[in-house]
């Protein structure tokens, strides 16, 4: 047996003609059944993080999360203390669920235990690089995965791990700590790259590649960007490219990221004061300039 579902991006043309069946009747949907089909394709084309996932169920979101740490953060405590929702309410008010308590895209992303078995790109990952190209020894690989803040969370511990720190005593009553990347700009960067990110038509991850000589970030949709030494790819284009990706707000309740334009500032801020080069933005198609 064969169940075929109804298309969510109607009116739907066979050889050039839509074809409907209302009631006993069947045949070639009229000017004004094409304008219902087309306003009911409007109502769905929301935004993608607001789409709700098929399949998908609240038992696969951790819940505990969600009331332990989003919550108090999202919602004033006096709020709290003053509603009487049951828990699908208070995820569809948070916008992490539809009204009939199934996941969304975001509340997949912020709360799923494998985001992975719905959205097959959302996962980071690492690569640790004996030499300065893709192809040279590979000293270490991690795929980092689960809800976001848990990723974050392994993203500074992975950062923490690999970040070399020189000590300086000469000419100093005190000794000087001189980490050859800021942890502060590379947290900066990590955020940015997850959640600045196509989603909805990308199933590539997030590649963090650290070389000998740089940290590289790609992320699907916006290109990428670059932490070290600036380094010119000759023949190749610049281009502007766009995303659709979840919205910030999530994040920015999580206080996991700022919700302003200075996510790449903090990080020239940071390594204007331990000397370290800036970063670099770099195009779809490899061509970088330095900031």
Same mark, same amino acid.
């Given at each position: 047996?064969?169940?075929?579902?109804?298309?969510?991006?109607?009116?739907?043309?066979?050889?050039?003609? =839509?074809?409907?069946?209302?009631?006993?009747?069947?045949?070639? *949907?009229?000017?004004?059944?094409?304008?219902?089909?087309?306003?009911?394709?409007?109502?769905?084309?929301?935004?993608?993080?607001?789409?709700?996932?098929?399949?998908?169920?609240?038992?696969?979101?951790?819940?505990?999360?969600?009331?332990?740490?989003?919550?108090?953060? *999202?919602?004033?405590?006096?709020?709290?203390?003053?509603?009487?929702? %049951?828990?699908?309410?208070?995820?569809?008010?948070?916008?992490?669920?539809?009204?009939?308590?199934?996941?969304?895209?975001?509340?997949?992303?912020?709360?799923?235990?494998?985001?992975?078995?719905?959205?097959?790109?959302?996962?980071?990952?690492?690569?640790?690089?004996?030499?300065?190209?893709?192809?040279?020894?590979?000293?270490?690989?991690?795929?980092?995965?689960?809800?976001?803040?848990?990723?974050?969370?392994?993203?500074?511990? =992975?950062?923490?791990?690999?970040?070399?720190?020189?000590?300086?005593?000469?000419?100093? %009553?005190?000794?000087?700590? /001189?980490?050859?990347?800021?942890?502060?700009?590379?947290?900066?960067?990590?955020?940015?790259?997850?959640?600045?990110?196509?989603?909805?038509?990308?199933?590539?991850? =997030?590649?963090?590649?650290?070389?000998?000589?740089? =940290?590289?970030? /790609?992320?699907?949709?916006?290109?990428?960007?670059?932490?070290?030494?600036?380094?010119?790819?000759?023949? *190749?284009?610049?281009?502007?490219?766009?995303?659709?990706?979840?919205?910030?707000?999530?994040?920015?309740?999580?206080?996991?990221?700022?919700?302003?334009?200075?996510?790449?500032?903090?990080?020239?801020?940071?390594?204007?004061?331990?000397?370290?080069?800036?970063?670099?933005?770099? %195009?779809?198609?490899?061509?970088?300039?330095?900031?």
């Amino acid at each position: 047996m064969v169940e075929v579902e109804p298309s969510k991006n109607t009116p739907v043309r066979l050889r050039g003609t =839509v074809r409907v069946r209302v009631g006993p009747r069947r045949g070639i *949907a009229t000017r004004d059944e094409e304008r219902v089909l087309t306003e009911r394709r409007r109502s769905w084309d929301g935004p993608f993080d607001q789409r709700s996932i098929p399949g998908a169920k609240l038992d696969e979101l951790d819940l505990e999360l969600f009331r332990r740490e989003y919550l108090p953060q *999202a919602v004033h405590p006096d709020t709290l203390r003053e509603n009487d929702r %049951s828990l699908p309410q208070q995820l569809a008010g948070l916008h992490l669920a539809s009204p009939d308590a199934v996941p969304n895209v975001a509340g997949m992303l912020l709360l799923g235990y494998e985001p992975t078995a719905f959205i097959k790109g959302a996962y980071v990952q690492f690569l640790r690089i004996d030499g300065t190209e893709l192809t040279d020894p590979i000293i270490d690989r991690k795929e980092l995965t689960g809800p976001l803040p848990r990723v974050l969370d392994q993203m500074d511990e =992975v950062s923490r791990a690999h970040i070399r720190t020189s000590t300086s005593i000469a000419g100093t %009553s005190r000794e000087r700590n /001189h980490p050859d990347y800021p942890i502060e700009a590379l947290q900066q960067l990590l955020r940015n790259a997850v959640m600045h990110r196509n989603y909805e038509s990308s199933n590539a991850p =997030v590649q963090w590649y650290w070389f000998s000589d740089r =940290v590289e970030l /790609h992320n699907p949709g916006l290109g990428a960007c670059s932490a070290g030494p600036p380094r010119r790819a000759s023949g *190749a284009r610049e281009a502007t490219t766009t995303a659709t990706r979840p919205s910030p707000l999530p994040c920015t309740s999580w206080a996991t990221c700022s919700a302003s334009a200075s996510g790449y500032r903090c990080p020239r801020k940071h390594v204007g004061r331990t000397g370290t080069p800036s970063p670099s933005s770099i %195009s779809a198609w490899g061509a970088s300039r330095s900031w």
